[in-house]
């Protein structure tokens, strides 16, 4: 398994950092879809930063109970155009990080159940206690947590070109 990002866990429940792909090195934000439309539904829909200022949906992340019954994890699904097949990734405590609201972004080979006891290939992901509450002012105070965070080593690639123009992150039907 290989990390291949990191978010920060924001006070409405959202989560913002980067994502570190071939095709897609830029900042990530997971955003709560509020009440489910059904019980296989989303809990997030993540978005990426385009080339020219606009956000695009990059995939989705699902609250999952873990087989042995002993918490739920973060379940997320990467799949835009430029990917040849989906990534599958889960939320994890960050190594060597004290701050409990840091996460890696863990890529998971799908079905190699490698280092899985009983068959969970979620065993050791991180537990929540509840569903994260939905808000729709998940963008707000954006500018200052990507500042702290940081912007990404190289621009950011992806669908931004042909995503709608408008501000970065304007929200989640501004695309």
């Not at 792909?21 to 829909?45: E, I, M, W």
């Not at 899985?116 to 991180?126: E, R, Y």
Request: net charge negative; hydrophobic share 40%.
């Amino acid at each position: 398994m290989s990390t291949i990002g990191a978010l920060t866990k924001r006070s409405d429940g959202s989560f913002l950092g980067t994502l570190n792909l071939k095709s897609y090195t830029g900042r990530t934000l997971f955003q709560p879809v509020g009440p489910k439309p059904s019980a296989t539904a989303p809990d997030y829909r993540v978005f990426g930063a385009g080339d020219h200022g606009g956000r695009f949906e990059m995939g989705a992340a699902w609250i999952k109970t873990r087989a042995d019954g002993q918490g739920t994890y973060v379940s997320v699904k990467i799949d835009y155009p430029e990917l040849a097949a989906p990534i599958y990734a889960t939320l994890g405590v960050m190594a060597g990080q004290d701050d409990p609201d840091v996460y890696a972004i863990i890529w998971n080979r799908p079905g190699d159940g490698r280092g899985a006891p009983g068959g969970d290939s979620f065993a050791g992901a991180v537990r929540t206690a509840e569903p994260l509450a939905a808000t729709e002012e998940a963008f707000a105070g954006l500018e200052d947590e990507v500042a702290r965070i940081g912007a990404p080593e190289r621009p950011a690639r992806g669908r931004g070109r042909i995503a709608a123009a408008g501000p970065e992150f304007a929200g989640p039907d501004a695309a």
